[in-house]
């Protein structure tokens, strides 16, 4: 099972780098250049996790949340957000949100390694959710037709 | 983890983003109150630290980070923008530059820590914080606006409460617009409320909205259709507001009016009683409403422009279509070919070598338009260049540009930045007059500069045209005569076309003096041999006292040419049929020698002869010619004779460069390949005149 990746960032340079060290990982990255496309293409694509810059133009990460917080999605999807934004006042503000984590770019090579693994673990995570749901439902459905 | 992969991806981005820099700064410097362009401005350098930081760059990214402080300073209004700052972010965008140019050659950023400019950086924000400790007389009077919201009264139609009405008022007092704003979203948008929201920020930026029909709530849920209305208080004005939306995509129509503060009882004691003035008041609204619309449309056209970025390589989907057709289209000939017999079946044949010869024709063309680059990327650096020059010279100038979007191949886009930049400066420095002289003289202070493009045949012609003083020919006349180019009677003779002419001579711009003369001259053959390397020529109209206009006509492509070969020795060679001027046949013995330098006279002209075995070092084949051929070629206003040993043809020739093993070998422009698959080489004309 390939996973998609949601990359939302205007900067074409940490895009490229990602895409390298994701290489071997069973991924597919879909790419947006801001929030706007990024609410377009979560919709469209299946997507299993989206990861999130905060400063981009037209609709930046802080509206993307925004807008996304209200969907359905937003309940499924694990965000992690990677931004140079460092101060508090912004990444309370984020923190708000249901996201998964909040990496602070620039990023070196150890810290790529790592945002690599939080990657992995976020979509590890969002399969696990989906198993449980999935179970749930059979176990409701089991002890509902043998109640019956 | 080696980064050196990303370098380029690193060089081509930074690039791209300090031209956009560089283009955003010089439109908030003439409408500092644009706040959408500071926006863009901090995000881009908010990448570009980003960026420089993810490459281990840290000097760069310490200078953008300073920089994005003073952006964000200036964003959050804790500063004004004003000429001096943004020199000061000029100087930054030229550091930021430097230390590209450095990773270009270098692959390092270099040492150079800018100290001073980062230092000015900091005084900038320092001095903010000495603004905010001596709290300056703030436009007053904020309209209480949260609090506005949850009263607004449900109501289905659009009106105005009384408590809205007060708000209006009081803005209205301390001299804030109070402006109703409708925005119709087109009918295909998909993700409505978020471009609410996005439409929403927009607004926030420069207004506080005290009222929005459907409210707030419903629109960020979606419950409404395309359209939704917001009454908001702000110190800008209408057209500032049509502009700001009318560039946010998917917005179809914004419909602004003015309200006006009306009278309303504000202690009025009853509910009852408040009603009527304020449903009265609508009904005028209304009315006014009707003129405002007529206006929206214009200030659409106006306003959607946004500083473009272009990406490395763009080429346009419908070229790569036509190639890919045309390449269909070989394959299918060569099918054909393949099936055909010459004995038996000539006539199919040779159609299908005409069908075959039509189509290469095409796909030249093709290939030939995928090369084409619009000269927009010469042009942008030009607005910032004359910026700088014309401040440093204490000159107030234009600059108009037209035609950006003329393509030209990309070898003459790379080739033609510097000749253009000596012509813009010439016109700048020597032909637009000083202030004082433009008031004396009754002409408007600004001086005007032109620099159109456009295509005519097979040619593109770029225009600097100036309103300055002119050519002064007189002077131009005296200064040739002094330096002996030409004597008194002559000079009487010429034309004022021929005299302009002189300006081009090297030894004229060579000349110490230069400067004493009414301007120009400076430098003006080196833009001349530029150009006609290129295969173009320049051109000077000039009325004195009105200006003057330098043409200059390129080829659309350099890449093919026309070309002669040449047989010298057993070698082929191809010299570029635009550098010749004749071919001739002479005798050994009208050689002379003058000064060791063999030469011949040619109506009355002495021309030197290059021998190109001897340059070329060509194996010598000991037979002696009776006659020799010589072929002259121009270069700029220089004649050379070429000797070979015959002449061969004209030929279409394609230019294929000779590698990287072979740079830096003077004389040879090139190589191509012949019709029998052999390899000559291209003489460069240039180098050996």
Same mark, same amino acid.
């Given at each position: 099972?390939?996973?998609?990746?949601?990359?939302?960032?205007?900067?074409?340079?940490?895009?490229?780098?990602?895409?390298?060290?994701?290489?071997?990982?069973?991924?597919?990255?879909?790419?947006?250049?801001?929030?706007?496309?990024?609410?377009?293409?979560?919709?469209?694509?299946?997507?299993?996790?989206?990861?999130?810059?905060?400063?981009?133009?037209?609709?930046?990460?802080?509206?993307?949340?925004?807008?996304?917080?209200?969907?359905?999605?937003?309940?499924?999807?694990?965000?992690?957000?990677?931004?140079?934004?460092?101060?508090?006042?912004?990444?309370?503000?984020?923190?708000?949100?249901?996201?998964?984590?909040?990496?602070?770019?620039?990023?070196?090579?150890?810290?790529?390694?790592?945002?690599?693994?939080?990657?992995?673990?976020?979509?590890?995570?969002?399969?696990?959710?989906?198993?449980?749901?999935?179970?749930?439902?059979?176990?409701?459905?089991?002890?509902?037709?043998?109640?019956? | 983890?080696?980064?050196?992969?990303?370098?380029?991806?690193?060089?081509?981005?930074?690039?791209?983003?300090?031209?956009?820099?560089?283009?955003?700064?010089?439109?908030?410097?003439?409408?500092?109150?644009?706040?959408?362009?500071?926006?863009?401005?901090?995000?881009?350098?908010?990448?570009?630290?980003?960026?420089?930081?993810?490459?281990?760059?840290?000097?760069?990214?310490?200078?953008?980070?300073?920089?994005?402080?003073?952006?964000?300073?200036?964003?959050?209004?804790?500063?004004?923008?004003?000429?001096?700052?943004?020199?000061?972010?000029?100087?930054?965008?030229?550091?930021?530059?430097?230390?590209?140019?450095?990773?270009?050659?270098?692959?390092?950023?270099?040492?150079?820590?800018?100290?001073?400019?980062?230092?000015?950086?900091?005084?900038?924000?320092?001095?903010?914080?000495?603004?905010?400790?001596?709290?300056?007389?703030?436009?007053?009077?904020?309209?209480?606006?949260?609090?506005?919201?949850?009263? #607004?009264?449900?109501?289905?139609?659009?009106?105005?409460?009384?408590?809205?009405?007060?708000?209006?008022?009081?803005?209205?007092?301390?001299?804030?617009?109070?402006?109703?704003?409708?925005?119709?979203?087109?009918?295909?948008?998909?993700?409505?409320?978020?471009?609410?929201?996005?439409?929403?920020?927009?607004?926030?930026?420069?207004?506080?909205?005290?009222?929005?029909?459907?409210?707030?709530?419903?629109?960020?849920?979606?419950?409404?259709?395309?359209?939704?209305?917001?009454?908001?208080?702000?110190?800008?004005?209408?057209?500032?507001?049509?502009?700001?939306?009318?560039?946010?995509?998917?917005?179809?129509?914004?419909?602004?009016?003015?309200?006006?503060?009306?009278?309303?009882?504000?202690?009025?004691?009853?509910?009852?009683?408040?009603?009527?003035?304020?449903?009265?008041?609508?009904?005028?609204?209304?009315?006014?409403?009707?003129?405002?619309?007529?206006?929206?449309?214009?200030?659409?056209?106006?306003?959607?422009?946004?500083?473009?970025?272009?990406?490395?390589?763009?080429?346009?989907?419908?070229?790569?279509?036509?190639?890919?057709?045309?390449?269909?289209?070989?394959?299918?000939?060569?099918?054909?070919?393949?099936?055909?017999?010459?004995?038996?079946?000539?006539?199919?044949?040779?159609?299908? #070598?005409?069908?075959?010869?039509?189509?290469?024709?095409?796909?030249?063309?093709?290939?030939?338009?995928?090369?084409?680059?619009?000269?927009?990327?010469?042009?942008?650096?030009?607005?910032?260049?004359?910026?700088?020059?014309?401040?440093?010279?204490?000159?107030?100038?234009?600059?108009?540009?037209?035609?950006?979007?003329?393509?030209?191949?990309?070898?003459?886009?790379?080739?033609?930045?510097?000749?253009?930049?000596?012509?813009?400066?010439?016109?700048?420095?020597?032909?637009?007059?000083?202030?004082?002289?433009?008031?004396?003289?009754?002409?408007?202070?600004?001086?005007?500069?032109?620099?159109?493009?456009?295509?005519?045949?097979?040619?593109?012609?770029?225009?600097?045209?100036?309103?300055?003083?002119?050519?002064?020919?007189?002077?131009?006349?005296?200064?040739?005569?002094?330096?002996?180019?030409?004597?008194?009677?002559?000079?009487?003779?010429?034309?004022?076309?021929?005299?302009?002419?002189?300006?081009?001579?090297?030894?004229?711009?060579?000349?110490?003096?230069?400067?004493?003369?009414?301007?120009?001259?400076?430098?003006?053959?080196?833009?001349?041999?530029?150009?006609?390397?290129?295969?173009?020529?320049?051109?000077?109209?000039?009325?004195?006292?009105?200006?003057?206009?330098?043409?200059?006509?390129?080829?659309?492509?350099?890449?093919?040419?026309?070309?002669?070969?040449?047989?010298?020795?057993?070698?082929?060679?191809?010299?570029?049929?635009?550098?010749?001027?004749?071919?001739?046949?002479?005798?050994?013995?009208?050689?002379?020698?003058?000064?060791?330098?063999?030469?011949?006279?040619?109506?009355?002209?002495?021309?030197?002869?290059?021998?190109?075995?001897?340059?070329?070092?060509?194996?010598?084949?000991?037979?002696?010619?009776?006659?020799?051929?010589?072929?002259?070629?121009?270069?700029?206003?220089?004649?050379?004779?070429?000797?070979?040993?015959?002449?061969?043809?004209?030929?279409?020739?394609?230019?294929?460069?000779?590698?990287?093993?072979?740079?830096?070998?003077?004389?040879?422009?090139?190589?191509?390949?012949?019709?029998?698959?052999?390899?000559?080489?291209?003489?460069?004309?240039?180098?050996?005149?």
């Amino acid at each position: 099972m390939i996973n998609t990746i949601l990359v939302t960032d205007d900067n074409v340079l940490d895009n490229a780098i990602l895409r390298n060290y994701l290489y071997n990982e069973r991924v597919n990255l879909v790419s947006a250049l801001n929030g706007m496309e990024a609410l377009e293409l979560v919709e469209s694509r299946n997507v299993d996790l989206i990861l999130l810059d905060l400063v981009m133009p037209v609709l930046d990460g802080f509206g993307f949340l925004k807008q996304f917080s209200k969907t359905e999605l937003y309940k499924e999807i694990p965000i992690i957000v990677a931004s140079s934004l460092d101060d508090a006042k912004n990444i309370e503000e984020i923190l708000q949100y249901n996201i998964f984590d909040y990496v602070i770019k620039p990023l070196d090579h150890t810290n790529r390694l790592i945002l690599v693994n939080k990657i992995k673990k976020a979509i590890e995570f969002r399969k696990t959710i989906a198993d449980l749901k999935k179970a749930t439902k059979i176990i409701n459905k089991v002890t509902t037709s043998a109640t019956e | 983890m080696d980064m050196s992969q990303y370098l380029e991806i690193f060089i081509e981005e930074t690039k791209e983003h300090l031209q956009g820099l560089n283009q955003s700064l010089l439109q908030l410097e003439t409408n500092p109150e644009d706040a959408s362009m500071l926006n863009e401005i901090f995000r881009v350098a908010h990448t570009l630290k980003g960026m420089s930081g993810t490459m281990g760059f840290s000097k760069m990214a310490k200078l953008t980070h300073d920089m994005e402080n003073v952006l964000h300073a200036l964003r959050n209004n804790e500063l004004k923008v004003c000429t001096k700052l943004v020199d000061v972010l000029f100087k930054c965008l030229d550091a930021l530059e430097n230390y590209l140019d450095s990773i270009v050659n270098t692959g390092t950023e270099g040492n150079n820590e800018y100290t001073e400019i980062i230092q000015a950086l900091n005084n900038i924000i320092n001095k903010k914080h000495e603004a905010e400790e001596v709290p300056v007389a703030k436009p007053s009077a904020k309209p209480v606006p949260a609090v506005a919201e949850k009263e #607004v009264h449900p109501t289905s139609d659009f009106s105005v409460n009384q408590y809205e009405q007060n708000v209006i008022n009081k803005a209205k007092e301390v001299g804030m617009n109070a402006l109703q704003i409708t925005v119709v979203l087109n009918k295909g948008c998909l993700l409505k409320s978020a471009r609410a929201f996005i439409i929403f920020q927009t607004l926030e930026r420069y207004a506080e909205i005290i009222k929005s029909e459907p409210k707030v709530q419903d629109i960020e849920d979606e419950r409404f259709d395309y359209e939704f209305t917001v009454v908001v208080i702000s110190k800008e004005s209408l057209d500032l507001f049509a502009k700001e939306l009318n560039s946010i995509a998917e917005v179809d129509k914004v419909i602004i009016k003015p309200l006006e503060s009306r009278a309303v009882e504000n202690e009025a004691p009853v509910n009852v009683q408040q009603e009527k003035p304020v449903q009265a008041a609508v009904v005028t609204q209304h009315e006014e409403s009707k003129t405002e619309t007529e206006e929206t449309p214009s200030a659409k056209a106006a306003s959607t422009q946004k500083p473009k970025t272009g990406k490395t390589v763009r080429v346009d989907i419908d070229r790569l279509d036509v190639l890919m057709n045309l390449v269909g289209e070989l394959i299918i000939t060569k099918t054909r070919l393949e099936g055909t017999d010459i004995i038996s079946n000539p006539q199919e044949y040779n159609e299908t #070598v005409e069908y075959l010869e039509r189509i290469t024709t095409s796909l030249n063309d093709a290939v030939m338009k995928v090369r084409m680059v619009p000269v927009e990327t010469v042009f942008n650096r030009f607005p910032r260049m004359i910026r700088d020059i014309s401040r440093d010279l204490g000159k107030e100038i234009i600059l108009k540009m037209s035609g950006e979007e003329t393509e030209l191949d990309r070898t003459v886009i790379d080739e033609i930045g510097d000749p253009l930049i000596h012509l813009l400066r010439n016109s700048v420095d020597h032909g637009i007059e000083s202030l004082e002289k433009r008031r004396e003289l009754g002409k408007p202070e600004a001086g005007h500069i032109n620099l159109r493009a456009y295509q005519s045949g097979n040619n593109v012609i770029i225009e600097v045209e100036d309103d300055g003083q002119g050519i002064n020919t007189e002077r131009v006349k005296k200064k040739a005569i002094e330096r002996g180019l030409i004597n008194k009677d002559v000079a009487n003779s010429l034309s004022q076309q021929d005299i302009i002419e002189f300006l081009f001579k090297p030894s004229f711009s060579t000349a110490d003096k230069i400067t004493d003369l009414s301007g120009r001259g400076v430098g003006l053959d080196v833009v001349k041999t530029k150009i006609e390397s290129l295969g173009g020529r320049v051109e000077v109209e000039t009325e004195l006292g009105k200006g003057s206009r330098f043409v200059i006509r390129l080829p659309l492509t350099l890449a093919i040419y026309q070309a002669l070969l040449v047989l010298v020795g057993k070698e082929k060679y191809a010299i570029p049929l635009s550098s010749i001027n004749q071919i001739i046949n002479i005798s050994p013995d009208e050689i002379k020698m003058v000064q060791k330098q063999e030469v011949i006279l040619l109506r009355n002209t002495v021309v030197p002869i290059v021998r190109l075995a001897n340059v070329l070092d060509v194996p010598r084949e000991d037979k002696v010619q009776k006659q020799l051929t010589i072929v002259i070629v121009r270069k700029g206003e220089k004649l050379s004779g070429f000797m070979v040993d015959s002449v061969i043809g004209q030929q279409e020739i394609v230019i294929k460069s000779l590698g990287k093993l072979l740079t830096g070998i003077k004389s040879i422009a090139g190589a191509t390949i012949l019709g029998d698959g052999n390899v000559a080489l291209i003489v460069d004309v240039n180098s050996l005149v």
